[in-house]
């Protein structure tokens, strides 16, 4: 549980720095998002969680 709370931790972290260092582009790209088709951010969505599944799969058993 403990490794789960510090890569939760990280999580949080990583996804925080855009919004601390680019605000302004951050609201900018929130603008862009809504004129992007639901199928296009469903398969941006799919790709993003596919390569999660591949990083995390490597990270268990490829890592040495």
Known sequence: MD????VLGMVFLIEAIPYMVFPKQVKALARYVEH????TLQ???LA??????VLLYF???GGG
Do not use: E
């Open 43 to 45: 398969i941006i969505g």
């Open 59 to 61: 990270g268990r058993h």
């Open 3 to 6: 490794y789960f709370l510090c």
């Open 48 to 53: 993003s969680a596919l390569t999660g599944i």
């Open 36 to 39: 992007i088709p639901l199928a």
